[in-house]
């Protein structure tokens, strides 16, 4: 996966493959199908403490506890609590995490020439954690880097620090 | 259909021993009747078995190992559906029976000079089944642990015939099944090894140190050998492992009995349970005594001669003998009431485990339901408690599943402490007790190499020599004890050698010359020792090979700690050093008090609560009206706030209508509020996903009983917590005392 921040036409390429979409309040996003785990129902997430508020907390997932993203929360977006909410578990680098969504839309396959690099708005709107933006069936999709998204967040990179002496538990790591 | 019960006759092969005539004619019968009931065999094939069979049948003993090999080698043609051919086997040449099929058995069956053969590597025939070869590898590295503790048995009680059957019998096992695998050097080198054994067992050879050397030492070559045949698997020649030649020469000439009868020296580790020890032991007579008498008539057994020269009671002397024999008795037990095992993957366990977590859960969610409550349905109701009932056996089953004993462990470390011991001309008599205590199996793994460090260093600087300690009148042998136990939750690991203890001056000279310490402050016993667990810290007045190096000590405390275990050390000078561990039982399960704050529930590790209480107002006073303290049994605490510290709302404000626990221990006390206490738990430990990280003030997760997640509180970071900060120092103390 691209750790540059910023795809160069010429990478764009190698981002062209099947996307899951979903939707962040009105604005439709596309996550590679290939970090994707599964789609769940929201369940009861419990906060952690001293932790960023996008972080919604940690859930249950089968006896393993991975923690939830509120992306709408750290793209600032308003939150609304609808039925369709849902958390979209992925997995980057071995590492689990849900991410809350307002809705799951569908699976497109994205060509190369359908995605364009991401525009440019200044420093006023960070667009570091796109791939790039896809156009498919007449819409435009936000193709997000989760990588640099999650990264981005610092929890990763958290994790990765503390992954040596993780506490004793070994029940968790992903298979 | 012939293939099962060639199978099967394979395995009678390989189980049978060269020497048993019985077991041969019965191989003979078994391969006879196979060949008149398998269909479509030639009959060029039929006469080639029935040659074999007469073979086997009617070699003479000593050449039936050679026979078997060939008819190894013919069965495995059988199995492919190949035609088959007998070719006699002769001592004296090569007998390339299906050379196509085995290539070493040409080599296997002519006694040939060794050096020929070193020299080219051996490769793995094509057609090896990888898997079976596997099987092999794994089979014979458990039954090399198996007769490994058999040799260490022997060499307290070196009469212990099961013992040397064990042996016999792994490394028989070895040589028969890397013969039917092609290995042929293995399958010889293990013949040299099993002849020495089978020396043994018919009293043809004194178990002796020497022998007892050879023998351990195979039982590494023969582990060597199997580490080059699993290298080996993925195509690469199977080299030779180093010193074979050289071990084999060794063996066949203790095997012929050339070998000086080695005398068993002081050094030698001494039987524990001889008459005449315990008889010193319980105080019947002295040690004097009992040599005086021996010597003057070694040949009478020391029981009558004791009682014919009135040293001692003949009761006495019964007692004792019935004591030895019952230790005897015991040890025989030991081996053979190995529980049988299969292998399973870890991460299939750890599954299974979260699954019966899970179904725990969802078995609780139906009991609770309100619609089943409702409804009135007598009979389903039964039917969910029973099987909630099950569900329940199935969790503390799977809760001991990953529970394992500590003796491999602790047989790991009787074989080092039998090599230190010689290599360090100090005579050690290594006890343990306890080895069946059951320890999670990474807590295991996570203490098994600090133990072997900690047992190198008992050895090292801990005992003193044989000279040292008669000068000190102390017996010549020292004793390393090594105990484990349950103890209040936890698994007490006690290693206690009884040499000449720490010397507190030369560590505190150490520790001043090194910078560790100001030499003027006055330091109570517990912290002098504590400094040897400082990084590049010994006290050993030469390098040796064994330890001394100043690294180790701090590793052993990292570890430990790293375990949620603690270390302790109590030492008196000339009477020895105990080191004690402390450790949960499992890293995972955590016994825990649920409590709750707000809309938040929290798990606090049961252990850390040393109280609960309710305040009243009087107990309650602040300092410059923010730092609350509650005064209990006159001591003056800090009251810490759980909801502030993680800002939960809609927790309770007054002091005295919330519990406050007192956690924490010596002056890292604090009480800490919260709002109720819901009860107390058994809780798997879980992080809280790689993807959070460490939280501060948080150990863990748990999935509660309704499948929530609750969080595990780390009361020793509380602590850090709210001293203003992870990083606050000794300040607020301070003002504690200030105020107290």
Known sequence: ?175 | MPQPSLDELALLLMQLDPADDVGARRFAEAMRESADTSAGLAPASIIAVLKCTDAVENCPAADREMVLVAAGTLLETWMRGDPLAWVTPSASAAAPAAAAAAPTSAEEAKPAPVEEEVEVPEALADDVDLDLLRDFINESRDMLVGAEAALLQLETDPTNDEAVNTVFRAFHTVKGTAAFLGLGRLSKFAHKAESLLSQVRDRALTYSAHTADLALQSADMLREFLDAVEIATDGSPLLLPEGTRELTAELEVAASGKQPEVVVSDAAPLPAARLGDILVDRGVVDRATVEAVHAEEPAVPLGQALVQHNAAPLKDVAQALRQQSQQQKQARQETTTAADSIRVRTDRLDRLIDMVGELVIAQAMIVADEELQQSGMQGLTRKVSMAGKIVRDLQDLSMSMRMVPLKPVFQKLARLVRDLSQRSGKAVEFQTHGEDTELDRNMVDAIADPLVHMVRNSLDHGLETPAERTASGKRSAGVLRLSAYHAGGAVVIELHDDGRGLNREKILAKAAAKGLIDPAKPMSDQDVFALIFAPGFSTADQVTDISGRGVGMDVVRRNIEGARGTIEISSTAGQGTTFRLRLPLTLAITDGMLVRVGNERYIVPTTSIQLSFRPSPEQICTVAGKGEMVVLRGETLPIVRLHRLFAVSGARERIDESLLMLVGDGDKRIALMVDDLLGQHQVVAKSLGQGIGRIDGLSGGAILGDGRVGLIIDVGQIVNLSRNGPSADDGPRGDRRAVA
């Open chain 1, 1 to 175: 996966m691209s750790t540059t921040a910023q795809p160069t036409a010429s990478q764009k390429g190698e981002h062209a493959g099947k996307y899951l979409t979903f939707f962040l309040g009105t604005e439709e996003y596309g996550l590679k199908i290939l970090t994707v785990h599964e789609i769940i129902g929201m369940m009861a997430v419990t906060r952690v403490p001293r932790t960023p508020d996008f972080i919604l907390g940690v859930i249950n997932l089968r006896g393993k506890v991975i923690p939830v993203v509120d992306l709408r929360i750290r793209f600032a977006m308003d939150v609304t609590v609808s039925q369709d909410v849902c958390v979209i578990v992925v997995q980057v680098r071995g590492i689990q995490m849900g991410i809350v969504v307002d809705r799951v839309s569908e699976v497109v396959n994205i060509a190369a020439e359908e995605i364009e690099p991401p525009p440019s708005f200044g420093v006023d709107v960070p667009t570091d954690f796109l791939l790039g933006i896809g156009k498919s069936q007449g819409r435009v999709k936000m193709l997000l880097d989760i990588d640099h998204v999650l990264t981005g967040t610092e929890i990763v990179q958290a994790a990765s620090a503390v992954a040596g002496s993780a506490s004793g538990d070994d029940a968790s790591p992903a298979t």
